[in-house]
Structure formats: C-alpha cells, structure tokens
C-alpha cells in the first residue's frame, strides 16, 4: 500500500476514500490518534490515505479532480 493523499482532517479523507470506492478503488484512511483524541478536526499530524500499489495511477487520476487533498508525489 502506498500513500496518494494527505489530508489535515478525518471527515475529508473518508469523503476522498469514499470517491475512489465509487470508482472501485480500495483505499485506507491512517487512524489519526490525535484528532480522535481530541475532538478538534483539523490536527497537525496528516491523515494518510493509501491505495494498492497497481491503483495508485488510477486513484491519484480520481483524486486530481479535487483540489482539496494534497496529493503525494
């Protein structure tokens, strides 16, 4: 698995996650033990969001589309 994108909160990595299961494509979202910890949303740990390594051409193509996410290179 690799990381395609990173995100400073959880609401925004699942709705990206959920974007490329629409276009079924598996993907993860890193628990970030901050922002649970604390309630806050926004954390200055990045929340991961990691597709198979033979969808990561695909994702970051379904990803591109939004300007939110940060996409790794």
């Known amino acids: 698995m690799e ?3 990173q995100f400073s909160n959880e609401p925004d990595a699942f709705l990206a996650k959920a974007r490329l299961a629409a276009n ?3 993907a993860w979202v890193e628990p970030n ?3 649970t910890l604390y309630g806050a949303g926004a ?3 990045p929340i991961n969001l990691y597709v198979r390594n033979e969808d990561i051409e695909r994702a970051l193509k379904v990803l591109s ?3 939110d996410e940060k996409i790794v290179d």
């Open 33 to 35: 033990t901050m922002a």
């Open 24 to 26: 079924e494509i598996a």
């Open 65 to 67: 589309s939004n300007t």
């Open 3 to 5: 990381i395609v994108a």
């Open 43 to 45: 954390t200055w740990a």
